[in-house]
């Protein structure tokens, strides 16, 4: 069991920063740091349980490169049009289910409130993490993050990553 | 002109004018229910593949109805309104699954895969007392059936007796815009629901809008997926309701100022991709069209976009209230190479889309920018006041033509 193995239990900690910075990244509104919590070739998806199930492989975003990840928030900075919001996300804690050759999957449920420019706040997406994490140049990092909400539906539009 | 239903007024003859009370008004909305959803129209419900073997079944709406579309027995594709015959509870609970049958959990009444009343819990009652009326007959009860007919892989339903073959509702024209792109067997790629705040009709006008496509998304204007300075045109079916455009890569639009003379914010000369394979798109179709987008009056789109296929279903949830569902496809023989670009170029649609996400809110400003304008009219009038087809993008002659086809359906 996971909670046996002592590599899981002294990583957890440090899973939880991660998430916990990657949280603050998107809801401090700083995108452009967004990327560099993922290696060069990443997968980051954005799927629903739906659609994960059936073993579709379509994203609402899907990126298989950093740049790709750039190019998301550039497209959101100087691209898209959208009305003016931000996420809140509580993130749980992650649970560690295993680890090879250097990598460690988790899994992490999420909770997204979406507050919108006139004050609406709406429990905008809740779902799972299922990451894969590496050491990348001194710090942990998301070789593979698939974001699968519960719901595949999508109120009004998805702007802010997840 | 003035419906039974509506108080308010149409603005004469012309189809350049269009009151905001149509995307408001209740009544009116309930009207377009019967008249539109339930008259002789085809209502796009599934794809031929979502039920593919007897027995599987998928739940939908036509308009507001809940429908049930299933493959009998036979092999035919047969739908029926997902209401029990006895109290009009919904019959199947589920999205999606495979039947022998279909049961009532209220009362366990119980229906064939075409819908037909074939059961009744204690219909002879218990111990001699109770039940139905001998005279009761199963036969003249059931869900009403709506038709279904197939067309390169998708399934239209329609409950009017009076909807003509698929082939004279669409058209030729529109029919072979079909056939290009639906011309071998497809495999889903991923389903999501855009809840959008907005009527329906807000958004089926959007689509057929080719005007706005390159001056609101920026990133269609940027990277000259679509520019109105480029080739293409639009195909207007002759009543109006459908239509294809379609857009033609041209090396003179390359060098092209017009954006920029215009100081159109669409346009921004420094950007630039970090990963430019998100556009390294194949010519699959190999006739140089980099984007059509097809609609099928009243509630069907079909679009590809470079490499990026998908079919979306408009469903009206209310005057103010839709949602949107969107299918996104390739196909079952397409190269791992080919796979992974639609995976890519999906980013550009959907709710998170880099050129569909706008049209996610831009319905949305409208029904809140003129919420108190019910009387006061918008203006469709780029490229004239008619609804021929045109060899250019910058007209809202589909507008109109969507204009024309409602007024017909609903008689104002």
Redesign the interface.
Same mark, same amino acid.
């Given at each position: 069991m996971a909670e046996t193995d002592p590599l899981l239990t002294s990583l957890q900690p440090l899973v939880s920063q991660l998430n916990a910075d990657y949280a603050r990244a998107i809801d401090d509104d700083r995108l452009e740091d967004w990327p560099d919590f993922f290696v060069e070739q990443c997968l980051y998806s954005i799927t629903s349980i739906d659609n994960h199930r059936q073993g579709y492989p379509g994203g609402l975003m899907w990126a298989d490169s950093k740049g790709m990840l750039q190019d998301r928030v550039a497209a959101l900075r100087d691209a898209n049009i959208y009305e003016r919001q931000t996420y809140r996300h509580l993130i749980g804690l992650p649970a560690l289910l295993g680890e090879a050759e250097g990598a460690v999957r988790a899994e992490t449920p999420f909770l997204v409130v979406r507050i919108m420019r006139d004050g609406r706040m709406d429990l905008f997406a809740t779902g799972r993490y299922l990451d894969v994490i590496v050491e990348d140049a001194g710090a942990l990092r998301l070789r593979e993050r698939i974001v699968v909400c519960d719901s595949s539906r999508v109120d009004t539009l998805l702007a802010l990553p997840l | 002109m003035s419906s039974a239903e509506s108080p308010h007024a149409w603005p004469g003859d012309t189809l350049t004018r269009v009151p905001y009370w149509v995307y408001q008004d209740d009544a009116n909305y309930r009207a377009e229910l019967r008249r539109i959803f339930e008259g002789p129209v085809w209502s796009y419900v599934c794809l031929e593949s979502d039920v593919e073997r007897p027995g599987d079944f998928r739940t939908t709406f036509v308009g507001e109805m809940p429908v049930i579309v299933v493959r009998a027995e036979d092999g035919t594709i047969c739908a029926f309104e997902n209401r029990c015959a006895h109290r009009g509870a919904l019959i199947a609970l589920d999205?999606r699954g495979k039947a022998r049958s279909f049961q009532c959990i209220y009362h366990a009444w119980t229906y064939d895969l075409r819908g037909n009343l074939t059961g009744i819990a204690f219909e002879k009652g218990s111990n001699g007392r109770g039940g139905m009326p001998a005279s009761f007959c199963k036969e003249e009860h059931g869900p009403r059936k709506l038709r279904t007919t197939t067309l390169h892989g998708l399934v239209f339903a329609s409950l009017s007796p009076e909807a003509p073959t698929i082939a004279e509702y669409l058209g030729q024209e529109i029919l072979g815009r079909i056939e290009r792109v639906l011309h071998r067997p497809v495999r $889903? #790629?991923?389903? !999501?629901?855009? $809840? =959008?705040?907005n009527n329906w009709k807000l958004y089926v006008e959007n689509v057929k809008d080719t005007y706005h496509a390159s001056l =609101?998304?920026? !990133?269609f204007g940027?990277f000259r997926i679509t520019r109105l300075t480029q080739g293409g045109g639009i195909i207007v079916s002759p009543d109006g309701g459908h239509h294809a455009s379609y857009t033609i890569d041209r090396a003179d639009d390359r060098v092209s100022t017009a954006y920029r003379d215009q100081g159109i914010r &669409?346009e921004?000369q420094n950007?630039r991709? %970090?990963?430019p &394979? =998100?556009l390294d798109s194949v010519d699959e179709y190999g006739d140089g069209i980099k984007l059509q987008i097809l609609t099928v009056f009243p509630n069907f789109v079909l679009q590809q976009i470079e490499n990026c296929l998908a079919v979306r279903q408009v469903l009206p949830k209310g005057p103010d209230s839709m949602?949107l569902h969107w299918t996104?496809f390739g196909f079952t023989d397409d190269t791992p190479e080919m796979?992974?670009r639609? #995976?890519?170029q999906?980013?550009l649609v959907?709710? %998170?889309g880099?050129v569909s996400?706008?049209d996610?809110? $831009?319905g949305?400003f409208v029904q809140r920018g003129a919420a108190t304008a019910s009387d006061e009219l918008s203006v469709v009038n780029m490229g004239g006041e008619g609804t021929e087809s045109q060899d250019t993008r910058a007209t809202e002659a589909s507008v109109r033509g969507f204009w024309k086809a409602y007024r017909r359906y609903m008689g104002v």
């Open positions: - | 999205d $889903v #790629l991923g389903r !999501f629901v855009q $809840v =959008l705040p =609101l998304h920026a !990133f940027t &669409s921004h950007y991709l %970090a990963d &394979s =998100l949602e996104y796979h992974r639609r #995976l890519k999906l980013n959907g709710p %998170a880099y996400m706008e996610g809110c $831009v949305g």
